[in-house]
């Protein structure tokens, strides 16, 4: 059974840091490229970032660069995904989705998603 599920989120003032993470197991992640996405209410799906399987590339949405990483252990079972948020804003507050797919780079499609997590800053 496929299984992503994240963990870590909760209430942070703004300037502060929240590390989210994702346990994938039921299938070999190492080998998925993974990716963070949110959703704030009222408002569509947005990209955060995304790794590959390898974790040695990684890009990331234009309002998380040099706020945000994305670092991956494909030592641990399950396959851990985190998500390093620094410098928070109350603009990123959302339910935060972590996701793979079989390939890292352009049109990433994503088969299994998370329950979500949320973040919640405040100002």
């Known amino acids: 059974q496929v299984q992503l599920v994240e963990s870590g989120g909760g209430l942070v003032q703004a300037g502060g840091s929240l590390r989210l993470s994702c346990a994938a197991s039921?299938?070999?992640?190492?080998?998925?490229?993974m990716a963070w996405f949110r959703q704030a209410p009222g408002k569509e799906r947005e990209f955060v970032a995304a790794?590959?399987?390898?974790?040695?590339?990684?890009?990331?949405g234009d309002s998380m660069k040099g706020r945000f990483t994305i670092p991956r252990d494909n030592d641990r079972s399950p396959v851990w995904v985190s998500l390093q948020m620094n410098n928070l804003k109350p603009e990123d507050t959302a339910v935060y989705y972590c996701?793979?797919?079989?390939?890292?780079?352009?049109?990433?499609?994503?088969?299994?998603w998370g329950q979500g997590t949320q973040v919640t800053v405040s100002s």
């Open positions: 996701a793979d797919s079989p390939w890292y780079g352009p049109n990433m499609q994503y088969d299994y």
């Open positions: 790794i590959n399987e390898e974790g040695g590339n990684s890009y990331y």
């Open positions: 039921g299938r070999a992640f190492s080998t998925y490229a």
